[in-house]
Every structure is written in structure tokens, then in C-alpha cells.
């Protein structure tokens, strides 16, 4: 009982607290690429920022946003992927960057506190559209993040092929309903060529059912 009443905090960092941040980055070096190398750091300090969500004094998950026209981001070949799936402006769009998330919290709802954070600071912004992307060698908890009102729009090797999850949601606390009659297809997590080849035909993934089959619509 007392692990459901705890009670996180959310909190920017600052470059006071690089130890954290580079901490954080060095979870992501076993992948071909590992865009959060110090000067990606020091850009997103400039013009994004870093968060953590704290229990207590101890760091369980840290992220950060950067806007999706900054320098940073549109010098990575994921800015062009992102472009050619989705069709969009990236001036109008903010990144929302790799989540870590201590193991022994995994079962905990982190997500839909980072996707309030996420969108508050789009708002703040000027920004209508938000992504988020997640390597697919991650474990992460896709279910909460579809919950969040996120929707799987592809799965796509980004910069060096590493393979990445795509989300996207509109700046809004919103999720979009299924409308009556919509065809709706359904997908084993495990059957990534199947996931692609939907995403590349205009399907999103929007929730998960009971047996964990990721769900499409379009």
C-alpha cells in the first residue's frame, strides 16, 4: 500500500547537475548511435531542457524537449525521417527526447506525468504537435504512454538504422476516440515488420487490448 501512495516530483535540470544528465545519457551507449553525446547535451541545455522525476531525493526517470527545428535535432537523420513519415512542419513541432526509467519503478505510471510535462511545455512553446521516439532495443511501457493519448505512427531505423518507435500526439489532454465503424487492426508487439509495414500505410497505433496486441486505426 505504501508503494501506491508515493508521490512523485518532476523537476528541470540544471547544468549544475550534469552528473545526472550524463548519467542518464550513458544509458543509451550500447545502441549503434547514441545521439546524447556532449555537445547534443549542451545544445538541448540552451534551448530545451532536461527533466527528472524524483522520489525523494532519488532520480527514477529523466527525459527532455527540444524544439524540433533547433539546429541539434534537424543536423540528425531522424529529423528527415520524421519529416518523410509524417508530412510536417518542425517549426511547429517540440521533441520529446528518450525516457529512462529506473527498473524497480518500471510498474509505475511515469509516463502520463511526463506526457502532462511534455505537453504543458509544448503549450508554453508555441507548439501544436509533439514526438516522441524510443529506441525498439528498449523496454519501455508503451501501454501507459498509448494511455497518455500518444499514438505509434512508426517504426523506423533512425540515425545509423537504429530502429525507433514513433510517436506523435497534438498538444492537447485529450485522446482521440475511436469513431463507430472505424476499422481497427490489431498486431503482436513481437511482429515489428508487420507494425512498420501498418504505420507505413497510414495506420497509428492508439491502444493495447487484453492479450497486449498493439491497436490500429486510420
Known amino acids: ?62 527525459t527532455y524537449i527540444l524544439p524540433a527545428d533547433s539546429t541539434a535535432f534537424t543536423q540528425l537523420n531522424a529529423a528527415w525521417n520524421v519529416i518523410d513519415l509524417l508530412d510536417c512542419s518542425l517549426e511547429n513541432t517540440l521533441l520529446c527526447g528518450y525516457v529512462h526509467t529506473d527498473r524497480s519503478y518500471a510498474d509505475r505510471d511515469i509516463y502520463t506525468a511526463l506526457s502532462n510535462l511534455w505537453t504543458v511545455q509544448a503549450a508554453r512553446r508555441g507548439r501544436s504537435q509533439m514526438i516522441h521516439f524510443m529506441p525498439a532495443h528498449i523496454d519501455f511501457d508503451l501501454e501507459r504512454l498509448l494511455n497518455a493519448g500518444f499514438e505509434l505512427v512508426g517504426l523506423r531505423g533512425l540515425d545509423n538504422l537504429v530502429p525507433h518507435y514513433i510517436f506523435t500526439k497534438a498538444v492537447s489532454f485529450e485522446k482521440i476516440k475511436t469513431q463507430p465503424g472505424q476499422q481497427v487492426e490489431k498486431c503482436k508487439i513481437t511482429e515489428t515488420k508487420i507494425i512498420s509495414m501498418l504505420c507505413e500505410h497510414n495506420y497509428r497505433g492508439f491502444d493495447m487490448d487484453v492479450e497486449k496486441n498493439i491497436l490500429f486505426r486510420r
Not at 11 to 26: N, P, Q, T, V
Open 1 to 62: 500500500m505504501e508503494k501506491d501512495c508515493t508521490v512523485f516530483t518532476i523537476r528541470r535540470l540544471f547544468k549544475e547537475d550534469m552528473e545526472k544528465i550524463k548519467e542518464y545519457s550513458s544509458n543509451f551507449d550500447f545502441l549503434h548511435f547514441n545521439p546524447l553525446n556532449e555537445e547534443y547535451i549542451w545544445h538541448i541545455l540552451l534551448e530545451g531542457a532536461f527533466w527528472a522525476v524524483f522520489d525523494g531525493q532519488k532520480v527514477v526517470s529523466v
